[in-house]
Structure formats: C-alpha cells, structure tokens
C-alpha cells in the first residue's frame, strides 16, 4: 500500500493525533476544529483510514506490564512449518503483534495476558501446540516504549520515556483500558458510548483517561496506526550485546537518535539469548533504516559494539494488549 500524500489532510490528521487526542465529550470535533474541517469529515477519514488498514483505532496504548503482564518473545521455526505455526500463536487471544524477522529465532511476537500465571499459561499452549519452545524476553527497563512518530518532515528523535506513577491506578481502571486498547467508536461522543457500556458516568470515563495518561500508565492516546500499510515497510530490531554495567548509557543515547522509534532492555537468557538492549527502527526503505542504524553505531556508548539487525519480512497480526479476560 502506497504512503500518503505529505499535503494530504489524511497524514496531517494522523501526524497530529497519534497522542493527545482531545479528552473532551466531543474529540473529533475538536479535531476537526483544528484541521479545518468538520467533525463528519474526521469521522469518515478515520473510519476509511480503519477500513483500509492503515489504522488499527482510535484509543490508547497501555505501558507494559502495569494493569497487566507482558512479554516480548520468539521461536525458532522451520521454513516448511512458517505458516503453521504462525496460525498457532496467532490464535492466541493475548496475542497482539507478531512478525516474521530475518532470524533463526523467525518469529517474534508480543504476548500480553491480565496475570503473570495466564500468560505463563499461554506461552505452554503455545509450545505445547507447535512443539517448539518459546523464547520468553520480559522487559527490564523501557528507554523509549512511545512508538508515535510523525509521518512526514525530518526525522526527530523521540526523548526518554518517564517512569510510571503506579498510585494512580485503580482496579476499576482494567475494563476503561482494555476498551481504549480495543479502540473507541468513530461517533461523535465516544468517551459517552464507552461510558454507557462500563456503566459509568461520561466526566468521570474521561477524567480516569487523562490521570492514567498524565501518569504514563498510558503511553499514547490517539490514532493508532499501522507503520507498513502507510509506506513505513522497512521495520528492523537492532538488538545489542552488552555488559550490564554499559546498558543504561548506552539506552539512553540509543532511545534520542531520530528514528529509533523504540528502545528497551530485556531479559537475557544465557546462552540462548545474550542481546539485552533492544530498538525498533522504522523506515520506508532499507537503504534509509540503515541510515538511522550508521547514526546510532557512530555513539561511543555503542562503539565497536556487537549487534545483529532482524529486519521483519510478514507481519501476521496487530492489535491492542489483553488486559482483561473477557
């Protein structure tokens, strides 16, 4: 799918409200407002944009790991067993994002589940289903888990994230997040659609919205969007090989160079995995996410630094975290 024009009202509407979307009653009008155009004509683009795949929502993405448990994991998959295998772990409900990655561990996926215990146990469904055992990387310590870059103009680097202030959740703030990582209606009062579903008071829906996003429990409230169906098809994991001592320096600097659009150390497992600092790039071209790759091999917290590049080839499935079981 070809990528959207830079003038186009389209990309504008998306560069502008991949966070922060207005949490008012009324957003979408909101957003028309300041676009220029009218609240219908949001709702239609966004409903097309949805259609046609280059969106997953409208809602939020929920920091890893917070009302729920994560991890990011992988196995190494026989070419003839690719698709078989990939229906499998695809199949799982907690199951949000899985790829194909030029890799002997291929198949890279991110399992979400509300406990530890349940997503224990779909990892075992896993591995008892395709006889392969799973590569489990928890995540240790997010540098950058944003991933809400703009679509057009010069690449900026996306800062450091902040640590989440956990006192601000409440156990009645599970279904509010596990619908904003389904996605919100396109009608013109969703927070009061969604209000209606939970039972709860409009005010008070969009008021636990922004205390959840102001405490980075969070991360992004906006559209959500698919980067390979809009043109951003070059998607590598650059994964690096270093003491402990040097991670956190070394995160640091890697999460500000302009396009890394994700930073973060994972568990390591000895002698199967011995990668523990991680980042996303995300580029329309190869030739161009090798650019943003030279720039972070040029910092002297990475210099001379073993790494290995796992450019993604399919992606099978995208969708929002399982928070709780429905």
């Avoid at 395709?130 to 950058?144: A, Q």
């Avoid at 279904?175 to 579903?197: H, I, K, N, T």
């Avoid at 043109?231 to 890394?260: C, D, F, S, T, Y």
Wanted: net charge negative; proline share 7%.
């Amino acid at each position: 799918m070809t990528e959207l024009s830079p003038d186009c009202l389209d990309t504008r509407l998306l560069d502008e409200f991949q966070r922060d979307l207005p949490l008012v009653p009324r957003p979408f009008a909101a957003m028309a407002e300041a676009l220029g155009t009218t609240e219908a004509d949001v709702l239609d683009r966004l409903e097309r944009l949805q259609d046609c795949g280059r969106i997953s929502r409208v809602g939020a993405t929920c920091r890893p790991n917070t009302a729920g448990a994560s991890t990011l994991a992988a196995l190494a998959i026989p070419e003839d067993r690719i698709e078989e295998v990939a229906a499998i772990v695809g199949a799982e409900p907690g199951v949000n994002h899985s790829y194909l990655r030029e890799d002997r561990w291929n198949l890279w996926f991110v399992a979400t589940a509300p406990s530890e215990d349940e997503l224990a146990a779909s990892l075992a469904r896993i591995e008892e289903a395709s006889g392969l055992p799973v590569l489990s990387l928890p995540l240790v310590r997010p540098f950058n888990i944003d991933l809400g870059f703009r679509l057009r103009g010069p690449r900026q680097p996306l800062g450091l994230d902040r640590a989440p202030d956990m006192k601000v959740l409440r156990e009645d703030d599970r279904p509010l997040m596990q619908a904003l990582s389904e996605g919100l209606d396109l009608v013109p009062a969703p927070f009061a659609a969604l209000a209606a579903r939970l039972g709860r008071e409009e005010a008070e829906v969009i008021a636990r919205v922004h205390a959840l996003a102001e405490a980075r429990i969070l991360t992004r409230v906006g559209v959500i969007v698919r980067h390979r169906a809009l043109g951003w098809a070059a998607n590598a994991m650059v994964v690096w090989q270093l003491p402990e001592q040097a991670i956190e320096a070394a995160g640091r600097a890697l999460a500000q160079v302009p396009g890394v659009t994700l930073c973060y150390q994972r568990r390591l497992v000895p002698g199967v995995w011995d990668w523990p600092l991680f980042c996303m790039i995300h580029a329309r071209s190869r030739p161009e996410a090798m650019e943003v790759l030279d720039r972070a091999r040029a910092l002297p917290e990475l210099a001379e630094i073993p790494h290995k590049i796992l450019f993604s080839t399919r992606c099978f499935k995208q969708r929002g975290a399982l928070i709780e079981a429905a």
